[in-house]
C-alpha cells in the first residue's frame, strides 16, 4: 500500500482544517493511523481508526478535536482538526498497517509498515 497525504497548510489558532490520506492498494481491515511531528520533537500518534469495524481512538491531546473520516469509494481516509492551537503545528504523517488493531494504547511508529510522505501544517497567527 502507498499513501499519500495532503491538506496541510498556514491556519491560525481556532481555525479548522481537513487532511486527507490517499491510498493507492486496498486498506481493507488495516488500521490508518495519523502521526505528527512537531520540529525538534519526535513522532507522535495522534488517530486511528480501524476500518473493519469503524472504531477510531485518538491521544488526549486532540481527542476532543479532531476526527477520523473514511471516503471508501475514494480510498481516502481524512483527519478533520478543528480548533487548532499552536501545539497541534507539524509535520502530519498517515500510516497503514494490515496487522495492527487500534486501541487505547499508544501509537508506536514501528507499528506501521506504510506510511505517507508527510503534510505540513502551521499554526499561528
Known amino acids: 500500500v502507498q499513501l499519500q497525504a495532503s491538506g496541510g497548510g498556514s491556519v491560525q489558532p481556532g481555525d479548522s482544517r481537513r487532511l486527507a490520506c490517499k491510498a493507492s492498494g486496498s486498506t481493507l481491515g488495516h488500521a490508518i493511523a495519523w502521526f505528527r511531528q512537531a520540529p525538534g520533537k519526535g513522532r507522535e500518534g495522534v488517530a486511528c481508526?480501524?476500518?473493519?469495524?469503524?472504531?477510531?481512538h485518538f491521544s488526549d491531546s486532540v481527542k476532543t478535536r479532531f476526527i477520523i473520516l473514511r471516503h471508501s469509494a475514494r480510498n481516502t481516509i481524512y483527519l478533520q482538526m478543528k480548533d487548532l492551537k499552536p501545539d497541534d503545528a507539524g509535520v502530519y504523517y498517515c500510516?497503514?498497517?494490515?496487522?495492527?488493531?487500534?486501541?487505547?494504547?499508544?501509537?508506536?511508529?514501528?507499528?506501521?509498515?506504510?506510511w505517507g510522505q508527510g503534510t505540513l501544517v502551521t499554526v499561528s497567527s
Open positions: 481508526l480501524n476500518t473493519g469495524d469503524g472504531r477510531t
Open positions: 500510516a497503514s498497517d494490515p496487522d495492527y488493531y487500534c486501541s487505547e494504547e499508544p501509537l508506536r511508529e514501528e507499528d506501521f509498515h506504510s
